[in-house]
């Protein structure tokens, strides 16, 4: 069986993607959980709307919109939380909403809308060449940032105030983060979607948190356990008709759930 699956072009590209998003996502997720942004990856994430749209309006590659749109949002939410000093859950939900809102509006308006059901999880039997180059890269993008920027954002999660005191530039450490992680959040949704691709970078790192006490245990654990949901979720949507990226997401979920279960956040680091 699976020999007559891999002499589809598309099932070996689809393989190729989710070993590319094992390689880096749930690792980048323990930076996500450990500077505590996961709304804000959401946030991103529903940005594809918008970018969808001028996707539609225009008549450009999906995957080229949603590269364009993430950026600039990743700053105008950086700058916006700057500006107004609100809470940063409730700056988020703000731009959550927003950015959702506008772009489903946007998308109604087009004369081919998109199917926002592929929008939302993704369509990894459907990738292309030029999707698994631009996943190849991001991949490399986001190991290059997350090495040189390690240390800085370890400090920065431990005590943000104390890590500037110590001379460490914590505005422009965050910055590029989140630069980084809003790319690697409009690649990975053309492959698994919106709601996918936010429980691939916190779920794993989540669940790693709740088992491990070492930072290193914690990068190997996320990685493990975001493998695991990517091989299942999409072995389980070749056995059944479920989409692959709502797969990925449930069984990520389901990890979650029996380790907070089986092993209490309590011990694990704070």
Do not use: K
């Not at 996500?32 to 942004?37: I, K, S």
């Not at 180059?133 to 954002?153: Q, S």
């Not at 370890?154 to 914590?170: D, K, M, N, T």
């Amino acid at each position: 069986m699976l020999t007559e699956w891999l002499a589809f072009d598309f099932v070996r590209n689809a393989l190729w993607a989710m070993a590319l998003l094992a390689a880096v996502y749930p690792l980048l997720g323990v930076f996500v959980v450990g500077q505590r942004v996961a709304y804000f990856s959401d946030a991103v994430a529903h940005a594809a709307f918008i970018g969808a749209a001028i996707a539609g309006l225009l008549g450009w590659r999906l995957g080229d919109a949603l590269l364009l749109t993430a950026p600039p949002f990743a700053l105008l939410v950086a700058w916006f939380g700057a500006r107004t000093r609100l809470p940063t859950d409730t700056l988020l939900v703000v731009a959550i909403t927003g950015v959702s809102g506008l772009g489903i509006a946007l998308i109604s308006l087009t004369e081919s809308p998109l199917a926002l059901g592929a929008l939302l999880f993704g369509d990894v039997l459907a990738l292309e060449a030029g999707d698994l180059w631009r996943l190849f890269g991001v991949d490399c993008l986001a190991l290059a940032m997350l090495v040189g920027l390690a240390r800085p954002l370890i400090r920065v999660g431990f005590h943000r105030e104390l890590a500037q005191a110590q001379g460490v530039p914590v505005r422009l450490v965050e910055t590029l983060f989140l630069l980084g992680l809003s790319l690697a959040v409009a690649v990975g949704i053309r492959a698994v979607g919106i709601l996918p691709i936010s429980a691939l970078l916190v779920l794993p790192a989540a669940s790693a948190r709740a088992l491990c006490q070492g930072f290193r245990a914690m990068l190997a654990a996320s990685a493990l356990l975001g493998a695991i949901s990517l091989v299942v979720g999409f072995a389980l949507a070749l056995w059944q008709p479920i989409p692959p990226g709502a797969a990925v997401a449930l069984v990520a979920a389901t990890l979650f759930v029996a380790i907070a279960l089986l092993r209490p956040a309590q011990g694990a680091v704070a």
